[in-house]
């Protein structure tokens, strides 16, 4: 095996050791589950592509079910493998204390709270769904929604103020060299600043996107809005790639994310 290979088998034995790597790869297989389950339905792809890639007679109906049956089970799986996960976020609010600023320090705690509150709310309606205990699972999803909608709110806005420092130091940078009090560089085009400031913030451009676009699906989910399931599942594919890039590359990670 050469050192290419050996490289992208080490970095999947290195997400699947994860926790997180395995949450996030049962997560594009739950979202991409849905959104292909739609494209079966819509555009009837097992008379163009299964009968010639994989050689096997079956019905569209058989195929679309199977898919969203295990899309299914992919979202069983992430409930597993998020039990007891509220401690490590109670533990990271904790953390987060200890920011100096304290704005951030606010947004980042009080996020970390919320997405505990979200896995507690989780764990306890799979609880609920294997009969352990029971409950209203419908008030619980509820609460786990609004959980889930105030954390990815809390994490935009955190977003929004570091854009805010960075435009700021910007502005800074700028007035400081027309005053004088610092040695003026040669003025640069404004699209190569922009280019500069988002190569040296490609953490941050990463979770601003995926903030935003997982807006929706809790949004949808509380009937805010009404987006189609097969949007949802895109929209939750794409960002299940995207969350699943920082934990292959960290410096696409923003610290305390």
């Known amino acids: 095996m050469d050192t290419g290979n050996r490289g992208v088998v080490q970095t999947i034995v290195n997400v699947l050791q994860r926790t997180s790597g395995r949450d996030k790869i049962a997560r594009i297989i739950q979202y991409g589950g849905l959104f292909i389950a739609w494209l079966i339905d ?8 299964v009968k010639k890639i994989i050689r096997v007679m079956i019905r569209r109906e058989s195929l679309s079910n199977a898919v969203r049956a295990m899309s299914s089970s992919a979202g069983n799986a992430r409930k597993v493998f998020r039990l007891f996960g509220y401690i490590e976020q109670l533990r990271s609010a904790v953390s987060a204390l200890s920011l100096i600023d304290p704005n951030k320090m606010l947004l980042v705690s009080s996020a970390k709270l919320c997405a505990a509150g979200y896995l507690f709310c989780d764990n306890l309606v799979w609880v609920n769904s294997v009969n352990i205990i029971s409950l209203n699972a419908d008030k619980w999803k509820k609460y786990e929604y609004r959980f889930w909608l105030t954390q990815i709110a ?3 806005l955190r977003d929004f103020y570091e854009w805010c420092l960075i435009g700021i130091r ?9 005053t ?36 929706t699906i809790p949004l949808t989910k509380l009937g805010y809005t ?4 097969h949007m949802i599942g895109l929209i939750g594919l794409i960002t299940s790639i995207l969350r699943l890039i920082p934990i292959i590359s960290p410096i696409y990670k923003l610290p305390y994310s």
């Open 154 to 156: 809390l994490n935009s």
């Open 180 to 215: 004088g009090e610092v040695i003026p560089l040669e003025p640069k085009p404004i699209h190569t600043r922009l280019l500069s400031i988002c190569s040296l913030n490609k953490d941050l451009i990463m979770d601003s996107i995926t903030n935003i676009m997982d807006l």
């Open 42 to 49: 819509k555009y009837n792809l097992p008379q163009h592509f």
């Open 226 to 229: 009404h987006i189609p399931e």
């Open 170 to 178: 910007e502005i800074e940078r700028i007035n400081s060299a027309r």
